[in-house]
């Protein structure tokens, strides 16, 4: 069974899905569901995870979680305590946050270990910025423009990249 198909099927059952509740609810077509929990399509297209994870209700970084992080990711959380209580305190800062969203903030360390409050609430607006981004950048490559996008980014990347030579 591929990763997807394992994560798929973990989903389905976390969530309490048959494969024609998840079709209804994501708009895939159930065969397509079949054939990627069977594993006989590894390569679906960014359009199909994206209805999935909405059908879902989760991030689509959910389809290929690996689980066997699953024990570096306790050790994030046990290293980063005080994140507990900026959850607890600024709720409206984690609307809408997904498990991948709060594994990349469990992950963030400060100067000489955790993080304080102060880098907790930090981390999470910086982490609200990237996702707020990523979402535009998703539509603009759906729309015709993606090619303007393109041109751009491989302009910045082309400017960061470091030389070897």
């Not at 999935?52 to 689509?60: R, S």
Request: proline share 3%.
């Amino acid at each position: 069974m591929t990763e997807l198909a394992g994560n798929l099927r973990r989903l389905l059952a976390r969530c309490g899905l048959t494969i024609d509740e998840l079709a209804a609810a994501s708009g895939v077509d159930a065969r397509t569901i079949r054939g990627l929990l069977l594993g006989r399509n590894t390569r679906p297209h960014a359009r199909t995870l994206t209805r999935l994870a909405g059908g879902l209700g989760v991030d689509t970084d959910e389809f290929f979680r690996n689980r066997a992080l699953d024990e570096q990711r306790a050790f994030d959380a046990d290293t980063n305590p005080l994140i507990e209580s900026v959850l607890d305190e600024c709720p409206r800062l984690f609307e809408g946050w997904t498990p991948a969203d709060l594994e990349e903030l469990y992950s963030h360390f400060g100067e000489g270990g955790s993080l304080t409050r102060e880098g907790a609430v930090a981390a999470a607006t910086a982490i609200n910025r990237k996702r707020e981004l990523q979402h535009k950048i998703a539509l603009i490559l759906e729309s015709g423009e993606a090619d303007v996008l393109v041109g751009i980014v491989e302009l910045l990347y082309q400017r960061i990249q470091v030389p070897t030579g």
